[in-house]
Every structure is written in C-alpha cells, then in structure tokens.
C-alpha cells in the first residue's frame, strides 16, 4: 500500500469513497465460477504507482497483477525470487558490488513484445538522481522544481550508491555496479517496463505497434538513455508521470497505456465502482494462473454494505476497513464465508507540518512552520492534545478488544523491542497522566503563545487533512480529535476532502493522518519516510536524514540497528512532527469456494499469490 516511499517502501493505506456497486456478478455455483471480485473501500487514480500523489493501496493492487519482475515476498514474508521471469547473480563484492540481472529468452509483454535488458534500464532512470542531473531531466533533490520523471525511487540507497548501469551485447541482462554492498540490494535492483510503448506514445502514437516496430521503438529508448537524449527522455518523463494517471478505461483508452507483463492486463475502469482485469494472453512472466480469468475490484466504501455484499456472493473477497458492525454482520454469514484474523503491518499516523514538501513552490506558512521552539512547542502542545486513547476505546476496541495505543514508529506492540523501544525513546511525554492532564499540558504551551488561550478559545486556526466524506471511521476520527483539541485552544477545520491524497503535500493543511502499509521489509524500515527528501510535509532534520542515510547503505549489526532506531525515534519526539495511534485491526473475509488464499502481513496482503486461487 506503497506509500512506496523512495528509501523504505511504504505503501498509503487509503480509505476513500465512490458510489455503492452491487450486483456486479451474480451468484454462481462454483463450478463454473472464473471470475473474483474484491471490495475495496479505495477508488482506482492510476496505472503508475510510483509518483507521490498515486502510491495508493488499489493502485498498487492492480499492478502487482498486472506486472511481475524478479521477486516478490510470501506470507511468511520471505524474498522469493521468480525465477520464471529472470535470474540475478552477484559477481563480486569488492572493490565494487556488482550484480547482473538477467531477462529469461522468450518473455512477453502483453502486446506480444520480447522483454529485454532495455525494459531494465529505465529503472535507473526514475531511481538515479545522478542519471537524472547528467540527462539534464532536474535534480530531484531541488527544493523549487520536480525533475522530468516525477518519481518516488530517488534519493534512496540505490541512488546513494550505484556507479553505473552496463547492458550485455544481446540486450538480455543488465550489470549495475555499486560502490560498496548494501542490505537491501535485492529489492533495490531494476523492474521491467513497456519501454518501446513509451517511447510509441512520446511520438504520438496511439495504437498497438507490430512486434518488428516495437523492437525498433525499444532500440529508439536505448539510444535516448546511452546518449542522455534530454528532449525523447524529457517527452518520456511526462508520458509517465502524468498519462497514466487515468480514472476510466475504456474503447477510447490508449491501449498503449495498458501494456502488462503480469497475469493480467485492465481491461476497463469505470470511475470511482471497479477496475476489471482479464487474463493477459501473451503472460509467460511468473506463476501460471490455477483457473481465474478476470479480477473485479469493486468500490464500496460501506463496510456494512460490503459485508453484505459477501453474503449475498456478489463479491468474494472483503478486505475494506473493518467496523464492528461488518465485524458482526461478517459472523452472521456462517460457512459460506471464511473469516480470518490477520497481522497487518499497518498503522494509522498523524502528522503536523513543519514546512514546503521538497519540490514545490509555495511555502508553508502556519503555525508549526520550522524549528523554533514556538514551532516545537506548537506541535508538542498538537500532539498532547491528540485523543489517542479516545479513538483507541472507540473506533478500534469494538473491532479488537485487545488493541493499544502504538508509541512506537517502526515496532508495532507484539514485537519482542517495543517495550524496550518505548521506555528509552522520550514517548512517555505522551502517554504520561490522563488525557485531561495530557490536554491541560497543551494548553499551557499554547498559552506561552496565545496568552488568552482557553478551552475553546480557539486561538491557534488549523486546518486537517484526513479522508473523503463517506469515510465514517475516519470521519469519526477527526470528530473526536476536533472536540479534545479544542480543550486546548486549537480551532480545527475537518472537512473532508475528495481525492485528498493528492493533497498530502499541500501546505493549506497543517495536520493529517492517515495509514502507512510496508511493502517490504527494508534495513531503514519505517524511517525513510522521514528523510528531508521524501516526506510530504517539510520536514527536514539534518541528523534524521544521517541517521536513514546509515540504514540504507550500511552493513549493520541488530545491536546497531535498534540504536539507530531508537535515536530516530527520539528525534522525532523532539521535534513532534508525527505520532503513531493504532496498528490497523485486520479482518479478511472471502467466499468459502474459493481456494488457495493465504494472506501475508505485508502489502498487497491475500493478493501475494493470486495464482493459486481457483474456485
């Protein structure tokens, strides 16, 4: 659910909203059944998961099963490398870390267009922000202007430390070198892309090509990338930032857009009610499918309704955010529906900005802007003030009798350090007392400020980013924040806001919270997303970014690794930019017919082996 964060792979975890659809499949014996349809609470915004306003759960979803690369994690979770796609092999480690990736002969994009060594490259593209500057397509790193490719893979450990990207003379594998090896190469290393349909829609082109057209089209690409071609690559970077961005497929689409190498291909959108993937003909890419044909993703923000829909076997598959009414309804079903509890790495966060999001023009100018102490003491008070344990006995506590406030930000509460974690990191600060005595130490901060400041007062004017209207959790949420703040002085507008993940970096909102999902198990862990690089609201500390700069490109002993966790985890409570609230309840309920479903704990969850299921 990748917010996939440049360095640690997160992924959003998104509740937003559309028009209810029923009735989408009707119920069918299970002998006769190819078809699966999925509830989802989200709304489908692009074909591109890896640009910082569409790094979203359905997004990302859609195209784990519409592409495939050289690995992927299983339930328990486990790197499992597909062989069936390809190989890697290291050649050496010092002086320099070299590894080749190999594309296996005969693998096909949707389109019937061999995959090579050429489809890897453009990987090195949109994660190297020195290709990136020598091509003459922006430095990612400037604060005033996003680079041609508007992508979430700069700035990380493979940027920090690749030398350079060298393609074999029969174009089938890729050699990177890196100056030195590092924990989470594999997951650091290249992915395929339909390089020749990007360069096809850069000439204007907007139909199918020839596989003999393509493969001129992708020799076009390798040229543009060896000679640093600024204006074919500048044309490419907005073809991928922007045009993929679609809401509806349709016959008018360009099917240029649609190229996969994965099981499936989209085969139409209909906005803001379901995406409806078919099998890709020419997928020769991992796993063979065990029988379904096509996948539905259906929008339907109504937990309760969702849960009904899986009664009446109009939908098999529910994984929208649990409510204890669709907790109850879901018990009621009986042995037509499977209920499991699950571990999800998700947790919900709220955060406070401190500044512009790099990248953008317009500055931040509220309240909590900087690092002053009135700026500190501002969010500290913000943050005190946050009703955590309120939302906990509310909103989580019917759908999980055992859950606790999270303190915190890379250990959920199960896990053996987080005691440790939460003892020595300065978190107390925020769990000392009662929520009476939290707020009444609010109020005293913001008395510091606002010398007239009361309960009620309103003195401190904030506006809160959180969700889309029909999301009654989240609406509930931001209820329950809005009447305990203003205990302290703070005036919080909580209008909620269609589409609001594109608003992530707004600086019209000074708070927000929402759902971080990991999608990998990276070294940096929940840490990267705090570098001065790839937050989303201004944050920059220099000793935050040293401090994820080691992470991602240090071998390091688990002793070294909780130190430099926990000193993280202490900045962050100095500078009260963020703080955690709850691990998500997890609840997967799916059509009793349908085998082979074995949900992981990370992202994308029961969808990890889609090929297995059958009816």
């Given at each position: 659910m990748k917010k996939w964060n440049r360095g640690a792979k997160v992924a959003l975890a998104v509740a937003t909203t559309a028009g209810l659809v029923i009735g989408v499949l009707s119920p069918a014996t299970a002998a006769t059944r190819t078809t699966v349809v999925i509830v989802d609470s989200n709304v489908f915004t692009s074909?591109?998961?890896?640009?910082?306003?569409?790094?979203?759960?359905l997004n990302g979803n859609v195209s784990y099963l519409t592409s495939a690369g050289f690995n992927y994690y299983n339930d328990k979770p486990e790197l499992v490398r597909n062989t069936t796609f390809g190989s890697y092999t290291i050649l050496s480690k010092t002086p320099t870390f070299k590894v080749k990736y190999t594309v296996n002969k005969g693998r096909l994009w949707s389109d019937g267009t061999p995959i090579t060594g050429v489809d890897l490259l453009l990987s090195n593209v949109i994660s190297s922000d020195a290709y990136s500057i020598a091509a003459g397509l922006?430095?990612?790193?400037?604060?005033?202007?996003?680079?041609?490719?508007?992508s979430l893979g700069y700035g990380g450990s493979y940027s920090k430390l690749i030398k350079d990207v060298s393609i074999a003379p029969d174009r089938m594998s890729v050699v990177l070198t890196y100056s030195k090896y590092f924990p989470d190469w594999e997951i650091?290393?290249?992915?395929?892309?339909?390089?020749?349909a990007l360069v096809a829609m850069a000439l204007g082109e907007k139909k199918l090509g020839t596989p003999a057209h393509n493969v001129a089209l992708k020799s076009k690409f390798l040229n543009a990338y060896n000679s640093k071609d600024k204006v074919l690559l500048g044309k490419i970077g907005k073809i991928w930032s922007n045009d993929y961005n679609v809401t509806s497929v349709d016959?008018?689409?360009?099917?240029?857009l649609l190229i996969s190498n994965g099981a499936y291909i989209v085969d139409n959108i209909v906005k803001d009610q379901r995406v409806t993937l078919k099998l890709n003909p020419n997928y020769n890419s991992g796993q063979p499918t065990s029988g379904i044909e096509k996948v539905v993703f259906t929008t339907i923000p109504d937990p309760t309704a969702a849960a009904q829909a899986l009664a009446n076997k109009e939908v098999d598959f529910y994984e929208a955010i649990a409510t204890a009414d669709s907790v109850a309804a879901l018990k009621k079903i009986g042995s037509a529906v499977t209920v499991e509890g699950t571990t999800m790495a998700t947790y919900e966060h709220a955060e406070v900005r401190s500044g512009k999001e790099q990248g953008t023009k317009v500055d931040y100018t509220g309240p909590f802007d900087g690092m002053s102490q009135k700026a500190k003491d501002l969010r500290t008070a913000w943050l005190l003030a946050y009703p955590r344990q309120e939302i906990i006995d509310k909103i989580v506590k019917p759908v999980n009798p055992k859950a606790v406030v999270m303190n915190s930000h890379q250990y959920f509460p199960s896990e053996p350090n987080y005691a440790k974690m939460i003892a020595a990191s300065g978190m107390s600060k925020f769990t000392a007392g009662t929520q009476a005595d939290r707020t009444a130490a609010a109020l005293a901060l913001v008395k510091k400020y606002y010398p007239s400041a009361a309960a009620g007062s309103g003195s401190v004017k904030l506006t809160m980013l959180w969700g889309s209207p029909s999301n009654t959790r989240r609406s509930a949420e931001a209820a329950l924040v809005k009447a305990e703040v203003a205990k302290a002085g703070f005036d919080v507008t909580t209008t909620p806001t269609s589409g609001w993940s594109s608003f992530l970096g707004d600086p019209k909102f000074d708070?927000?919270?929402?759902?971080?999902?990991?999608?990998?198990?990276?070294?940096?862990g929940n840490f990267g997303s705090f570098k001065s690089t790839d937050n989303q609201t201004g944050y920059n500390n220099p000793e935050m970014d040293a401090i994820i700069?080691?992470?991602e490109t240090e071998v390091l002993s688990a002793s070294?690794?909780?130190?430099?966790?926990?000193?993280?985890?202490?900045?962050l409570v100095e500078d009260a930019v963020t703080i955690p609230i709850f691990q998500w309840p997890g609840v997967i309920a799916y059509n009793s017919d349908l085998k082979g479903v074995n949900p992981s704990p990370l992202s994308p969850s029961f969808l990890w082996n889609f090929w297995d299921w059958h009816f």
């Open positions: 074909l591109n998961t890896s640009t910082p306003d569409t790094n979203l759960v922006g430095d990612p790193a400037a604060e005033d202007k996003k680079p041609a490719f508007d650091a290393g290249p992915g395929p892309a339909p390089v020749h016959a008018k689409t360009n099917p240029l708070v927000q919270f929402y759902a971080w999902s990991k999608e990998a198990l990276t070294q940096a700069d080691r992470l070294q690794i909780y130190d430099l966790y926990l000193a993280a985890e202490k900045i």
